[in-house]
């Protein structure tokens, strides 16, 4: 069985940063495509924030998190992390990640998501 397991989440002041892992298992780390980053705040839908395909593929951001928040991988322990920097309040809400066929930050095409992790920013 595929799970999916986030971890890093937690509690900042604004201007702070954290670092989240996303760890699969029951697959073959090879045989994944791509990795999504997702968040949703209360009261409002997912929505995509970053993307890395496997292997040194492509990555993507929204707009909302480019130039603070880097998604990579570390294939020597089957990891990808989403550092971010510079946290605002409104980056603040559960983050998931998921597995998906391709690097495209709408949620739809990821089959396999994590429990997510809670992210808090206060002002």
């Known amino acids: 069985q595929v799970r999916v397991a986030e971890s890093g989440g937690g509690s900042v002041q604004a201007g702070g940063s954290l670092r989240l892992s996303c760890k699969p298992s029951?697959?073959?780390?090879?045989?994944?495509?791509?990795f999504g980053w997702f968040r949703q705040a209360p009261g409002k839908e997912r929505e995509g924030v970053a993307t890395i395909c496997t292997g040194g593929g492509s990555t993507a951001y929204s707009d909302s998190v480019k130039g603070r928040f880097t998604v990579s991988e570390d294939t020597s322990v089957n990891t990808v992390y989403l550092k971010m920097n510079s946290l605002k309040p409104e980056d603040a809400g559960m983050y998931y990640c998921?597995?998906?066929?391709?690097?495209?930050?709408?949620?739809?095409?990821?089959?396999?998501w994590g429990q997510g992790t809670q992210v808090t920013v206060s002002s």
């Open positions: 029951g697959i073959d780390y090879v045989l994944i495509n791509c």
């Open positions: 998921a597995l998906g066929p391709g690097p495209v930050l709408i949620p739809g095409p990821y089959n396999h």
